[in-house]
T-cell receptor, first 115, second 113 residues
Framework: DTGVSQNPRHKITKRGQNVTFRCDPISEHNRLYWYRQTLGQGPEFLTYFQNEAQLEKSRLLSDRFSAERPKGSFSTLEIQRTEQGDSAMYLC?????????????FGPGTRLTVL | DQQVKQNSPSLSVQEGRISILNCDYTNSMFDYFLWYKKYPAEGPTFLISISSIKDKNEDGRFTVFLNKSAKHLSLHIVPSQPGDSAVYFCAASSNSGNTPLVFGKGTRLSVIA
């Protein structure tokens, strides 16, 4: 399977703990995006990378959140000192930068539950 | 301020009939629009897209129409099948589709056999 993969698929943690999620994009896709989806809402943009450079961060991304894409391939999203409000589905997507109009392809997501 | 709006949270359609899902947007800088389909516990699956230089794009049973003056797009599914039952998200992007996507809240489609 050459789609976007995310690990773990589910994570349950206690408030105050740190968690880290991993995303492996489609091979040779140079753009990687993180979104968050809560119940009844559409996905909301968090941050994105072009190769290893982080190009934009949403105001939703508080200082407890950090994302990396060290070699321009996989990416990690870390949440420090988790809060119950962080409970959500975290989605990763990748795309190939073209001249224009590039679709984003999503992974299955990591569902985070903070107790 | 929601830039992409899907005003119908749910829609029920009989198998074989047409499903029409609507989406409105407010940001005139959007130039690329996409529809995604989502099943529970899965990530969104890309369905069909349209750029602002077109007013229609068709792929099999799926057609997307864009009305730029009204800032409105719609997804037509015909004929509808029970496997089409899912949540459908409208999304938009700008700068020739190179900015992060802005999503609507989704419409849950139920196709009844």
């Amino acid at each position: 399977d050459t789609g976007v993969s995310q690990n773990p698929r589910h994570k349950i943690t206690k408030r105050g703990q740190n968690v880290t999620f991993r995303c492996d994009p489609i091979s040779e896709h140079n753009r990687l995006y993180w979104y968050r989806q809560t119940l009844g809402q559409g996905p909301e943009f968090l941050t994105y990378f072009q190769n290893e450079a982080q190009l934009e961060k949403s105001r939703l991304l508080s200082d407890r959140f950090s994302a990396e894409r060290p070699k321009g391939s996989f990416s990690t999203l870390e949440i420090q000192r988790t809060e119950q409000g962080d409970s959500a589905m975290y989605l990763c997507a990748s795309s190939q930068l073209q001249a224009s109009y590039n679709e984003q392809f999503f992974g299955p997501g990591t569902r985070l539950t903070v107790l | 301020d929601q830039q992409v709006k899907q005003n119908s949270p749910s829609l029920s359609v009989q198998e074989g009939r047409i499903s029409i899902l609507n989406c409105d947007y407010t940001n005139s800088m959007f130039d690329y629009f996409l529809w995604y389909k989502k099943y529970p516990a899965e990530g969104p699956t890309f369905l069909i897209s349209i750029s602002s230089i077109k007013d229609k794009n068709e792929d099999g049973r799926f057609t997307v129409f864009l009305n730029k003056s009204a800032k409105h797009l719609s997804l037509h599914i015909v004929p509808s099948q029970p496997g089409d039952s899912a949540v459908y998200f409208c999304a938009a992007s700008s700068n020739s589709g190179n900015t992060p996507l802005v999503f609507g809240k989704g419409t849950r489609l139920s196709v009844i056999a």
